[in-house]
């Protein structure tokens, strides 16, 4: 049974970095395509940023490009988002998702992903 976890919220001030972790566990062969996904109240989970199997391929919502950093590592199945300048407005539960495990291409619909994580906060404050 594949397991999804995240790692690494917390609060931060305007302008400051946090670094998130996800390991996912149990029967993940062949690096599937792996992304970061954020949630507010009332609203759906929105895209933040993906990555391919192999780490060569990556996309990020425009919201975060430029601040926000995705990468993994394939060996011990983990990804990684580092965020830089970040602003009230990624205030967030941060979900980390996999694609399943022969699907290597990733994709910015949430719905393309079927192993999700519990979330971790994300509170940026002003």
């Known amino acids: 049974q594949v397991q999804v976890a995240e790692s690494g919220g917390g609060l931060a001030q305007a302008g400051g970095s946090l670094r998130l972790s996800c390991e996912a566990s149990g029967g993940i062969l062949n690096s599937p395509a792996m992304g970061w996904f954020r949630q507010t109240p009332g609203t759906g989970r929105e895209f933040v940023a993906v990555i391919s199997g192999t780490g060569a391929d990556t996309h990020y919502a425009d919201s975060v490009k430029g601040r926000f950093t995705i990468s993994r590592d394939s060996a011990k199945n983990m990804i990684y988002l580092q965020m830089n300048s970040l602003e009230p407005e990624d205030t967030a539960v941060y979900h980390c998702?996999?694609?399943?495990?022969?699907?290597?291409?990733?994709?910015?619909?949430?719905?393309?992903?079927?192993?999700w994580g519990q979330g971790t906060q994300v509170t940026v404050s002003s």
């Open positions: 998702a996999s694609r399943t495990k022969n699907l290597t291409r990733p994709s910015m619909n949430a719905g393309a992903y079927i192993h």
